[in-house]
């Protein structure tokens, strides 16, 4: 049997090519380490599939009023599995089970579209104006500044008392000043990748100028993008939780969490609810703004280059 020399097992380890990885392998492995976003990402799943999945165990529908209440003290309609109300009643006797899961439902349809909408518009409208640079980037990046300078939270309410208080509405609303902030982002990262050695060799081709933007800019902004889509998700929720606490959003006979928050807490404070119509649709608004805030984070330190 042959013996092997220690020294020419060495040179054949020290010489044998270490397997690649890519950036989003990298990425995975380093965001399973980090506990806390994986724990935030399994809430955002259960949250997920409660909001989703949610009606089908609700034994009462949404709209549903329980007339044995009525009358008598709607609020003492207490969280009960024998009653099939398992958050118990709102003031008007409705199971509050399952308007949490609507209202639930709706908000992060409201964050998850919102955010989708103002990252693809600010990545393109950012890509565009870093890479023609020039006047067309100098005018672009002032028409972004006069939109930022304006008060958003006042357009927003304007816009709702005019056009009248709607879900499409409240979607322009918050789409008109939503992308700025990415379109930003996009343009100071396009001016770095414009001058890279595969973005002049497409130049040298012949490619055009467009497809060189959707084909080798806009993929190289994915991972910055991804992490600010999911820190503009809780962003979008909050903003429209605020305008449904005013009373200017999601009108009956749909909620949104921001509508069952404001009602349960006037419910509260004017003495006339129980504490339960306020806490359950705050915890899963408190418990789905940390879990994005813990996933974006962990994205962000999972995606950083300077990391790896």
């Known amino acids: 049997m042959a013996l092997t020399d220690p020294a020419t097992e060495a040179s054949r380890t020290a010489t044998r090519p270490e397997k690649g990885r890519s950036l989003w392998t990298d990425a995975r492995r380093r965001f399973l380490r980090n506990r806390a976003a994986t724990a ?7 949250i997920a599939i409660f909001a989703f999945g949610g009606g089908f165990v609700a034994q009462y529908e949404r ?8 009358g008598i003290n709607a609020s003492k309609g207490v969280p009960s599995f024998e009653t099939g109300h398992y958050f118990g009643t709102d003031a008007e006797g409705r199971d509050l089970f399952a308007r ?13 579209v919102g955010s989708l909408v103002a990252v693809v518009v600010g990545t393109l409208y950012g890509a565009i104006s870093g890479y023609l640079g020039g006047r067309v980037d100098s005018v672009m990046m002032r028409i972004v500044d006069i939109l930022m ?11 709702l008392v005019i056009f009248g208080r709607s ?26 990748i414009k ?17 060189i933007i959707l084909r080798h800019i806009v993929p190289n902004l994915l991972g910055i993008v991804v992490v600010y889509a999911t820190l503009l998700i809780p962003e979008m929720i909050i903003y429209e939780s605020f305008i449904s606490f005013l009373g ?6 749909n909620t949104s969490l921001g509508s069952l928050i404001s009602s349960g807490a006037s419910q509260v404070l004017n003495g006339g609810g129980e504490p339960w ?9 408190v418990a789905t703004l940390f879990a994005f805030f813990f996933v974006g984070d962990g994205l962000r330190d999972a995606l950083d280059p300077k990391d790896r």
Do not use: C, H
């Open 100 to 112: 949490t899961v609507q209202g639930t439902r709706l908000s992060l349809l409201i964050g998850i």
């Open 63 to 70: 709209d549903y009023v329980d007339f044995t209440l009525i």
């Open 248 to 253: 200017l959003g999601v009108q009956e006979p």
């Open 167 to 192: 879900l499409l509405m409240l979607f322009i609303g918050i789409g008109l000043i939503s992308w700025l902030g990415m379109a930003r982002i996009a343009r100071g990262q396009t001016l770095t």
């Open 277 to 285: 119509q306020l806490y359950f649709p705050l915890f899963f608004f």
């Open 40 to 46: 935030a990402l399994a809430v955002l799943v259960l």
């Open 149 to 159: 300078s304006i008060p958003f939270m006042f357009v927003l309410i304007l816009l």
């Open 195 to 211: 001058n890279k050695e595969f973005v002049e060799a497409a130049i040298a081709t012949g490619v055009r100028p467009l497809t």
